[in-house]
């Protein structure tokens, strides 16, 4: 599936296959100190969880974030969401590569958040560890805190703040 704005088609969310685990190891990795998963994570774990988790989960739906580059597109980040506890809970959320475009993460990720309100009516949530220094840039994108404890904060989106894109998506059957 690819998620896309009509008007720019050449900054997209892919959803992710094969080619990109290296991109998103890389990128965890690099980030480690801002998620729950603080281990590094090697080559032949990101292939066991692509397999045996991703693969088999049909809830859990994670996106590489594309932008045009000459004839083809670069992978520069990542964007993630599952369903968990009647909730849509987002998750993975990185910036992998900055490309000096005027393309922002926060597009994409509230694209992803845009098509996931449209086809589930699901509260959509995410978990971030408290220092995480994304918080406020969670907060200044509408989600809003619900729950606070001694070591993550609990956030909730308000659907009113998802941007009125008009998406196209192109689903491989």
């Not at 045996?52 to 809830?59: A, C, I, Q, R, S």
């Not at 670069?74 to 599952?82: A, E, F, K, L, N």
């Not at 560890?129 to 509408?142: C, D, I, M, T, V």
Request: a positive charge; charged letters at 30%.
């Amino acid at each position: 599936m690819i998620i896309s704005q009509k008007d720019k088609p050449d900054f997209r969310l892919k959803l992710i296959d094969e080619t990109d685990l290296e991109n998103l190891r890389v990128w965890k990795n690099k980030n480690k100190e801002y998620f729950f998963h603080q281990s590094v994570i090697t080559k032949a774990q990101q292939i066991t969880w692509y397999k045996d988790v991703y693969l088999t989960d049909k809830t859990n739906y994670m996106f590489v974030v594309e932008e045009k580059v000459g004839n083809g597109f670069m992978s520069v980040g990542c964007c993630g969401y599952r369903l968990k506890n009647d909730v849509v809970d987002v998750y993975n959320i990185m910036r992998g590569r900055k490309t000096g475009s005027e393309h922002q993460m926060s597009t994409a990720f509230m694209m992803m958040n845009a098509y996931i309100a449209k086809v589930l009516n699901y509260k959509i949530t995410c978990v971030v560890l408290k220092q995480n220094p994304a918080r406020s840039w969670y907060e200044k994108l509408g989600f809003e805190v619900v729950l606070i404890n001694d070591e993550h904060v609990t956030y909730e989106l308000n659907k009113n703040k998802i941007p009125d894109f008009e998406l196209e998506v192109q689903k491989n059957d």
